[in-house]
């Protein structure tokens, strides 16, 4: 399931970069200073991720609690989409036909 | 619950921090032996891994590499490869010293007097070796690496400005090698530092070489100027590009000056003296910086003085005055209001320069690059901010699952400490029993807490009515 959520995280990824391209190419070349902003935002979540895994293990998380962590994250973001997308698909069928 | 954890994760991080700093200056690993395994007996010392040792040439950089020719001046010599505009790559220039005469200062190499564009190729041919001239010993050595990678910053017309990055060795060892030609099995192996130009340092301590070298045994009357940049002794912490170009203000215009994008420069000409005027160009985030040189060139000396050295405004653009305003701020205290409002108005104002030059440009294209080619040559999906705001939550997290526990170093008055990772170092060795309850009591929790919402969600599901979807929070 860390993979599902894996791959999920990556859609999410590039489909924030292709939809938000034109936006940020405009800050990048008209507001640098802007950007520069933007980028120190997740400069902090970078230096939040290299720390993370630290402190999780300080806080001594094992690595089965982890996983169920990311399989949580992993189903909750993707089971309920796709049992909607599901239901939705059935009720286009029950109305479209006669 | 979260307050509470991040109370003690900071407790904890406090306490370790402070035991390792008293461990470093007091060795007191004694009371606690994993401080004395991380920063006792003075501290462990911070490795820096070296840079790779400069290999004769890459010839695996770019697929439009091709390192075919050896070329030599006196007791130097260069190899080099052809490079294309505007698609630069990795270049090394090396010093080829027991193929040439120096008594004589003629090399036996073939003589190639055609310097010059071939197609879209720059040659720089000054003496070349046969490729079938595959005798003797070489002794190489190899002093700067020039990577071209990555490193068109301005394109404006023909003209391409290149930030080029410099690694240079701390001494010059030689090689002796029998070359194939096959110039891959070049090898140097030495100290290696990072160096890099650093073009905001004072240039006047550039120690420009003149070398001048006439081809008296010829029947042309070609002289070749070579100048070298001695990049001792200045800060490099910066890529930075260089460009020499030359001219002549008394008006004898030599043939086939070669403007190169390298710390050297040749021409040829029909006499033997000359005053010469050598620009040197540094690019610094684009801001071309301009330092000239004139040179009283003849014969008997080789005098350069510094003449010049002021800043040209960006390379493109006469803007108004935006230029880094919100970067030049000054730094107001935090109770002086008014600095505040005036810094305030002033970021106001610079952002209404920026859009009103935008759009100036945009309708009225200066040179051959315009802000809309700009934005499409410079489009790119990952090169802005706000995409890396949003996704940075969902990096965290994966970040979680893939990553493991790494040490942290910390610095804290020039004394490096280290935070080992105390699941293995500490709570498994002293506290074994406890430890394994307390992850069992956690585990459980944690499991419990996921799978009834998740129970609740699939319960959710069961109703035909229900659609709602989870999202993270961003």
């Given amino acids: 399931m860390n993979v599902l959520a894996t791959i999920f995280i990556n859609i999410a990824t590039t489909t924030a970069q292709v939809l938000l391209a034109p936006i940020n190419s405009y800050i990048f070349n008209n507001f640098p200073s802007l950007n520069d902003a933007l980028i120190s935002i997740a400069s902090l ?48 069928y029950h109305y479209l036909m006669p | 619950m979260i307050k509470s954890i991040i109370k003690k994760v900071i407790i904890i991080v406090s306490v370790m921090t402070i035991m390792s700093f008293l461990n470093s200056k007091f060795d007191i690993g004694f009371i606690l032996p994993v401080f004395a395994e991380s920063g006792g007996g003075g501290g462990a010392s911070l490795v820096q891994e070296k840079p790779e040792p400069l290999i004769g040439v890459d010839t695996t950089s770019g697929s439009s590499t091709t390192i ?27 010093i080829l010293s027991s193929q040439c005469n120096e008594s004589s200062g003629l090399c036996p190499l073939a003589y190639t007097p055609s310097p010059g564009y071939h197609g879209n190729q720059l040659y720089n041919n000054i003496f070349s070796l046969n490729s079938s001239d595959t005798s003797g010993v070489y002794t190489y050595a190899s002093n700067i690496k020039v990577d071209f990678d990555d490193s068109i910053k301005i394109k404006n017309g023909n003209h391409y400005s290149l930030l080029i990055e410099f690694t240079r060795t701390s001494g010059i060892t030689f090689l002796t090698h029998t070359p194939s030609l096959s110039l891959s099995t070049l090898n140097v192996s030495s100290d290696v530092s990072s160096t890099l130009i650093d073009a905001t340092s004072n240039l006047s301590n550039v120690n420009i070489v003149w070398n001048r070298f ?63 005027d050598v620009d040197v160009y540094f690019i610094e985030n684009g801001d071309i910086q ?12 080789n005098s350069c003085y510094f003449s010049d050295n002021y800043l040209l405004p960006d390379y493109d653009y006469t803007y108004s005055s935006d230029i880094a ?73 994966e970040h979680l699952d893939a990553d493991s526990c790494s040490p942290i170093t910390l610095s804290l008055l020039n004394t490096p400490i280290v935070l080992p990772c105390m699941s293995s170092t500490f709570y498994e060795v002293y506290f074994p029993q406890v430890f394994n309850i307390y992850q069992l009591v956690l585990t459980g929790f944690v ?11 699939i319960r959710g599901l069961q109703s035909p009515d229900y659609d709602k979807v989870e999202e993270v929070d961003l």
């Fill in chain 1, 45 to 92: 979540f970078n230096l939040i991720s290299t720390y993370l895994n630290y402190i999780v293990d300080a806080l001594g998380i094992p690595q089965v609690a982890l996983d169920v962590i990311i399989f949580y994250y992993g189903f909750i973001l993707t089971v309920p989409l796709s049992i909607y997308v599901i239901k939705i698909s059935i009720k286009w």
């Fill in chain 2, 68 to 94: 075919n020719e050896m070329h030599g001046l006196y007791s130097n010599a260069f190899i080099e490869g052809s490079y294309e505009y505007p698609e630069f790559f990795m270049f090394q220039y090396g």
């Fill in chain 2, 214 to 276: 006439t081809s008296d045994d010829r029947s042309t009357n070609w002289a070749y100027l070579l100048v070298e940049f001695d990049i001792d002794n200045i800060d490099l912490n910066n890529i930075y590009l260089q460009e020499l170009y030359l001219t002549f203000p008394d008006g004898d215009n030599p043939t086939n000056v070669q403007p190169l994008p390298l710390n050297y420069l040749m021409f040829a000409n029909g006499s033997s003296s000359h005053e010469y």
């Fill in chain 2, 290 to 301: 301009f330092n000239g040189w004139n040179c009283d060139f003849s014969t008997s000396t």
């Fill in chain 2, 325 to 397: 305003v919100f970067d030049n701020l000054p730094v107001c205290s935090d109770t002086d209001i008014i600095c505040h409002i005036k810094q305030a108005f002033e970021m106001i104002k610079a952002f209404f320069v920026r859009v009103s030059n935008y759009f100036r440009d945009l309708l009225a294209p200066n040179g051959n690059v315009t802000i809309a080619q700009q934005y499409f040559d410079t489009f790119h999906l990952d090169d802005g901010g706000l995409s890396s705001v949003i996704t940075a939550p969902l990096n965290v997290i």
């Fill in chain 2, 447 to 457: 499991t419990y807490y996921c799978f009834l919402h998740i129970f609740r969600i």
